[in-house]
């Protein structure tokens, strides 16, 4: 790290704990803290706990950026997808062209690519693929947030305690637990209006049985009928589609030492087309219209969520025992528009008018176990050991046929032009410790390594025309160590300044090849790594009515994974390294009852600090794809009495999203992104246990750019821009008992 940038950070940390110290936590959960707590402490701020280290504490006390976004924060955000609440979170971007394909970044790692440097996990269980072989970039899961207890997700570097491809960070759903006091129910009915689209609905239902003193189970169902907003030359709202699924989670508790928890996660998420308009290459205006695009063939995706997991527990006394078994699968079905990369192609090589469809089929499935054994008293050393395994089974099929160019009628002179199978395993064993260390009251040292090593084997079989028949077979090994060290000072009881080093990492993986390709195409491609150095304050003020935390962060990113051709083989490499710096903050306060104000910004500057290869477009000093180097979230909520009986609640948020450059790109170059901002406000009443809201999202209307496709993505050599929700109105029903 440069000298002056090390002077940059601390200064910022320091003169913010001087002043007052630091911590932003989330929109508390009002309705039950105030029903728990007595009057003197109604305005205070929920203490907020996680399990960010893989044990449960204060949120204040983790030596390392965590941002935890309450059920009740969710509620009132009327969360329904993953956009509406990870944009929140400071430097955390989504690049998202089509309902369930999504790119997640934190800290402005990211390059493209086809693994993901975002891990996701569900309670215990790491969801989606660890391998770059199997699309985990940007199938990233969109879980529906119904019946969760809160989202964590920790910013960095986070390879110790959870291993593959969180280069950046990591998203964790923690679910709600069943509980065993008392029958609960909710229930929660809405209706959305979208602004040049048409209307949608969705409704969601839970229910809590105690079957015994020692058993309960928790249900949960959802449907969601999303409107559509684009248009093409053959229909309206194309990108319309639905959600639905369900959860079902049994807990039993037979001791007050042993526990055990079973859940069930399904979601179907089906889209109808996508979120794009067809834009000129260089300057990014609409050519067809505001939200119109021009598709030969329609383009649904259908994607499969399945989550199982078991989880035990046995309390020894000085020691417990945790183990979590897990298989979970994503599937997904889509169609594409192949028409502008091999429509011309085609018409030129059979002389009648052609378009091209594409059909990809992905499948990840996924066995892991992961088995730990940690420290119960609260003396000098708390620690965990643990091991892990897991095991992928992923296939990408591919088809390519040949359509007729205006009607897109499949032909079946011109079907199967191409089709290709890859098929993979990834098998990876790793074991992992971590400790703190107590100096004394206020010294603490948090520390941690993990080896992973993992063996992968993959299979590609292709035919037809544009593809030549081929049968290869590749395999590679793979290990690497991470490790992480925070030690950390606390002043005070509300007060926390710490240091933090961490590595991530991120898997290689085999190149498939036939057996004569020439010595410069890679068999095989490495990890690359992020080293995260990190320092922080958080701190809660004025009785806990205030929170602060000023983060700041430079990370290393070395052996970048990237997608490139190599003597005209698509492979992917190992090239460049680059830098993300940065400062981020949060605010969080209640000035006055009822009314809770919080604000959060960052400063993200990621580039390039060695030129990419060739053919993939970056040069030393070029900003990193879709990272705005400002962003920032205002949200304020206001809760009073207006009668014996009935409470008002009101609030909206504003977000700002800076400027930022798309992917690199040899034939247009990266283009600019300019800044949008997106305003939300709700406002409605409550009693008894019945909510009544109105809402709603994108009040100005903004038409920011989230994508830019390359060349031949869209027709007549314009390509495609993915662009926010417009404009829409809707309203709420919910009960609860």
């Not at 030492?257 to 087309?273: D, H, K, P």
């Not at 790109?665 to 019945?690: K, N, P």
Request: a negative charge; glycine letters at 10%.
């Amino acid at each position: 790290m440069k000298r002056g940038t090390r002077a940059f950070l601390c200064a910022g940390v320091a003169a913010l704990a001087v002043s007052a110290g630091a911590r932003a936590q989330q929109a508390p959960d009002a309705a039950s803290t105030a029903a728990a707590a007595p009057a003197d402490t109604a305005d205070m701020l929920a203490e907020i706990v996680v399990t960010a280290q893989k044990r449960t504490e204060r949120l204040i006390d983790v030596p390392q950026s965590v941002s935890a976004v309450s059920a009740e924060a969710l509620q009132q955000a009327h969360a329904e997808r993953l956009d509406d609440f990870f944009t929140r979170v400071p430097s955390a971007a989504l690049v998202e062209t089509q309902a369930g394909q999504a790119r997640l970044i934190l800290r402005g790692i990211n390059t493209g690519g086809v693994g993901a440097t975002v891990a996701t996990y569900v309670d215990e269980t790491p969801y989606g693929s660890a391998t770059s072989l199997a699309n985990g970039a940007i199938l990233t899961p969109d879980l529906d947030p119904s019946d969760l207890e809160r989202v964590e997700v920790l910013r960095g570097p986070q390879g110790t305690l959870y291993g593959a491809n969180s280069l950046g960070g990591l998203v964790k759903y923690v679910t709600v637990a069943p509980s065993t006091d008392a029958v609960h129910a909710a229930a929660e009915l809405s209706t959305e209006d979208v602004a040049h689209g048409d209307t949608g609905w969705s409704g969601r239902a839970s229910v809590n049985v105690p079957l015994a003193d020692t058993l309960a189970v928790r249900a949960t169902g959802f449907y969601r009928r999303d409107p559509g907003f684009i248009d093409d030359q053959h229909e309206k709202d194309i990108n319309d589609g639905r959600t639905y699924g369900g959860r079902v989670s049994a807990l039993f508790k037979p001791t007050d030492a042993l526990s055990l928890r079973a859940s069930v996660v399904l979601q179907n998420l089906e889209s109808n087309g996508t979120n794009q308009v067809d834009v000129d290459p260089l300057t990014l205006k609409p050519v067809l219209g505001d939200y119109r695009q021009a598709r030969v063939v329609a383009q649904p995706s259908d994607m499969q969520y399945r989550v199982y997991n078991l989880t035990g527990s046995y309390d020894f006394g000085p020691v417990q025992l945790l183990s979590s078994t897990s298989y979970s699968s994503l599937y997904q079905n889509a169609l594409e528009d192949a028409s502008g990369l091999y429509g011309g192609l085609l018409t030129g090589a059979f002389g009648v008018p052609l378009g091209a469809s594409q059909v990809q089929q992905v499948q990840q499935r996924r066995l892991t176990e992961e088995v730990r054994l940690a420290s119960t008293d609260t003396g000098w050393l708390e620690w965990t050991v643990g091991g892990f395994y897991t095991r992928e089974r992923n296939a990408i099929n591919q088809i390519i046929d040949g359509v007729d160019g205006a009607s897109g009628a499949r032909i079946a002179d011109f079907s199967g032009l191409a089709l290709a199978n890859l098929a993979s395993r990834y098998e990876e064993y790793a074991g992992f410790a971590s400790g703190t260390v107590h100096l004394n009251d206020q010294f603490d040292l948090t520390f941690g390594g993990r080896y992973s090593h993992n063996e992968q084997d993959a299979v590609q079989i292709s035919s037809g025309p544009l593809a030549g028949d081929s049968d290869y077979t590749a395999h590679s090994s793979d290990g690497v160590f991470t490790y992480s060290v925070a030690p950390s000072f606390k002043p005070n009881e509300d007060t926390t300044i710490y240091v933090r080093v961490a590595k991530g990492y991120r898997p290689g993986g085999p190149n498939v090849l036939p057996p004569g390709a020439p010595d410069a195409v890679p068999h095989q491609f490495g990890a690359d790594t992020t080293t995260n150095y990190e320092i922080g304050v958080k701190s809660e003020l004025l009785n806990r009515k205030l929170s602060l935390e000023l983060t700041g962060f430079y990370i290393d990113w070395d052996n970048i994974q990237l997608f490139s051709s190599v003597d005209d083989y698509g492979v992917n490499i190992n090239g460049g390294t680059a830098r993300s710096q940065g400062i981020e903050a949060s605010v969080t306060m209640r000035p006055l009852t009822g009314l809770t104000v919080s604000l959060n910004g960052a400063f993200v500057d990621a580039t390039l600090t060695s030129d990419a290869p060739p053919l993939v477009g970056g040069l030393k000093g070029d900003r990193l794809p879709y990272t705005a180097r400002f962003s920032s979230t205002l949200a304020v909520e206001y809760q009073r009495p207006l009668s014996e009986t009935v409470d008002g609640i009101a609030g909206f948020s504003w977000r700002y999203t800076g400027d930022r450059l798309s992917a690199f790109d040899t034939s247009y170059g990266q283009r600019h992104l300019s800044a949008y901002s997106q305003v939300d406000a709700h406002a409605g009443v409550t009693f008894g246990g019945y909510r009544i809201d109105a809402f709603v999202r994108n009040l100005t209307d903004s038409r920011g750019i989230l994508d830019v496709g390359a060349a031949g993505s869209a027709l007549d050599g314009n390509v495609t821009a993915a662009i926010v929700r417009p404009r829409s109105f809707g309203a709420t029903l919910g009960y609860r008992f």
